[in-house]
Every structure is written in C-alpha cells, then in structure tokens.
C-alpha cells in the first residue's frame, strides 16, 4: 500500500467535492490534522475509518488502499475485502467493549467490597451504623458519576456530566442530614457545586465545538478556570471569614491565565495554518 498515492487521490477527491480538511474531518469524527497527514503520505487512515471514508469520497475501498480510481477488481474480491474489513472492525470494537465491561466491573466490585468492609467495621466497633454511612454515601456517588465514563464509550462523558449534574445536590443533602451539627454544608456545596459543574459543562461545549482545534479549546478552559476560581473563593471566604484572595490565588490566577493565553494563540496559529495547507 502507497501512502502517498493513497494520499493523494484522498486530496484529489476532496477537492472535487468542495470539502476542506476540517469538513472531512468533522465527518470523520478525527482532527483535521490527521486527514493533512494522510494527504501528504506521513501516515494512513485506521481500518476502522476505511469504509466511511469510501463512503463519503464515493470510491471503493481497494481504490482508497491502491490509491487509484476505477481499479480493474472483481465484485468477488471486492466484497471478501469489505467483509474482511468489517470483521475486523467488530473484532475491534468487541475488544475494546470486553476491556471496558472488565475496567466497570473491576471498579464496581472494588467499590461493593469497600461498602461491606465498612459496614462490617462500623457494626463491628459501634453494634450500629454510624461513620460507615459517610464512605458508603460517597462510593455510591462516586460509582454514579465515574462508571458511565468507563463503561461508554462514545458518551460516556457527557453521560457522566449528567449524573454529576444531578447526584450532587441529592449528595450534599445527605451528608447534610448525617453531619446535623453543620449549617454550612447544604447551602455553600450547593453554590459551590453548581459554579463548577457549569464550569464543566462550558469545557464539554468548547472541546466539541472546537474538536479539530483542543489547543484553542484547551486554552479556553484555562482563562475560564481562573475566573472559576475566583468565584469558588468568593463562596468559600464567606464561610471561613477570610478575603476572595490571597498572594497564592493571584499566582494561580496569573499562572493559568499565562498557560491559557499561549495555549490560545498556538491554537488559533494551528488553525490558520491547517486551514492555508488546503
């Protein structure tokens, strides 16, 4: 297999389809800098992204592997190739379910074991449930937000960002209810919670509305990290009666504000140069 000829029919068609790179990378669900190394010959599409990227050029798959239009191949040949390729995608996937299904039930189990090594403690020491109910409530969360992550694998952070979304408040009321001798924990958690988790939500938004330009995105995150935590400390003075800011917040701050303006303008450089190689 050419990479370069391969390469080259990939720009070739492309262009007669009036797509950029960063359009047929959307498409493709990859980064557009991939498809630039694939149309300079430095590297060639995974198996997994073989037939879609037929599909979308109009083309067979042992045009795209030859790098040539119109090959002279046998309807036989042509579907043991397809075949073969689908095989190996599901074989793929297969594994990487297995791995996955393996991580969340290690990380399940894990979890139950510590529930009940708790509990049996805690009955053990007390005859009742008391300072187990603290560990057990925070597994239980924890299992709630982290095992969508591991488990999915294709929305697994968005549905992890839901479960957080909507276990946080419940968590903090409950930890609320067993710690009786603190006002605090309810109200500040919540304002607390809730700055960061739209905070998260923003960072989701920017990596999937900037996914052929993370760097950019990245950098974002980083400027909006610093006013996040400006904020959080503006919550949390109120409760420990001391100022928003300290000499260690205004070094935080400047630091990420340095890391993410840089990560900005290498972002938007990369972008403008990806975009003048088209």
């Known amino acids: 297999m050419d990479l370069q000829k391969m390469g080259k029919l990939i720009a ?8 950029t790179q960063k359009e047929l990378a959307a498409q493709l669900n990859i980064t557009d800098k991939a498809v630039s190394k694939w149309e300079r010959g430095l590297s060639g599409p995974d198996i997994s992204l073989l037939t879609p990227l037929a599909d979308i050029l109009e083309i067979r798959v042992s045009e795209l592997l030859n790098g040539e239009k119109k090959i002279s191949v ?25 791995f996955r299904s393996i991580c969340a039930g290690i990380f399940s189990i894990s979890l139950f074991v510590a529930f009940i090594v708790c509990v049996i403690c805690d009955y ?6 008391s300072w187990s109910l603290y560990p057990i409530s925070s597994m239980f969360f924890a299992w709630i937000v982290i095992f969508p992550l591991i488990r999915l694998p294709k929305n697994g952070v968005m549905v992890s960002l839901i479960s957080l979304s ?14 009786k001798t ?6 500040n958690g919540i304002r607390v919670s809730i700055i960061s988790i739209c905070f998260l939500w923003i960072i989701y938004g920017l ?3 900037f996914q052929n330009r993370k760097l950019l995105a990245l950098g974002i995150s980083f400027i909006l990290g610093s006013v996040t935590c400006l904020l959080i400390n503006a919550v949390v003075s109120k409760v420990l009666l001391e100022p928003v800011v300290d000499i260690w917040d205004i070094v935080s701050c400047i630091l990420l504000l340095s890391v ?8 938007w450089q990369k972008g403008n140069n990806s975009e003048g190689v088209q």
């Open 12 to 19: 070739e068609l492309r262009r007669e389809k009036g797509m």
């Open 260 to 267: 993410g303006f840089f990560c900005c303008i290498k972002g």
């Open 207 to 209: 990596f999937k509305f």
């Open 182 to 187: 603190s006002r605090y924990i309810l109200p």
């Open 74 to 98: 046998g309807e036989e040949v042509e579907e043991n190739l397809n075949n073969a390729i689908t095989y190996t995608e599901k074989i793929v996937s297969q594994k990487n379910n297995k």
């Open 166 to 179: 909507l276990s946080i408040i419940p968590f903090f009321y409950v930890i609320d209810r067993l710690v």
């Open 124 to 129: 053990s020491i007390s005859r009742q449930l």
